[in-house]
């Protein structure tokens, strides 16, 4: 299963931006865990980060028509890009949507994502830890349903 990790602007400074926040990890040991866990479970992870929304676009329409997993940590677009939402809208894969910090727990204007609604699930508030679970999510979904006999 191929599954596209894309990360929106400013990602690429974690590990020194806002570190009360964000935390420590750098966003090279964030692509590296992911691609780790991917090979742990058999998943073919593709790790981006871009600043330009017309980037993430194509990116997305991609993924959608490779009908690819997403994992998505669409950050300060994730409060008012439709363009970005829209893009999500077309995926015919699964859509986890991540958030390093506790998006409810921060300004108001936090609170609320455009993207999560057509989202298959949402993970926030849990650091880095939230892309290995995401990863974890779909890899089970992907996984046939074995029956006892």
Do not use: K
Not at 49 to 74: C, I, S
């Amino acid at each position: 299963m191929r599954v596209y990790v894309l990360n929106g602007p400013n990602l690429g400074r974690l590990g020194t931006r806002q570190v009360d926040v964000y935390g420590v990890t750098s966003y090279a040991d964030l692509v590296t865990g992911c691609e780790e866990t991917g090979r742990e479970l058999g998943l073919d992870v593709v790790v981006r980060q871009t600043d330009a929304e017309h980037e993430m676009l194509g990116w997305l329409h991609r993924a959608a028509d490779e009908e690819a997993a997403v994992v998505l940590n669409p950050a300060a677009w994730s409060h008012y890009s439709i363009a970005v939402r829209d893009a999500c809208a077309m995926l015919r894969g699964p859509l986890v949507e991540v958030h390093i910090s506790n998006i409810h727990a921060r300004e108001e204007f936090r609170h609320h994502s455009v993207v999560s609604a057509v989202a298959t699930g949402v993970i926030c508030g849990l650091g880095v830890d939230g892309y290995r679970l995401a990863l974890h999510h779909l890899a089970q979904r992907a996984s046939p349903i074995r029956h006892s006999e």
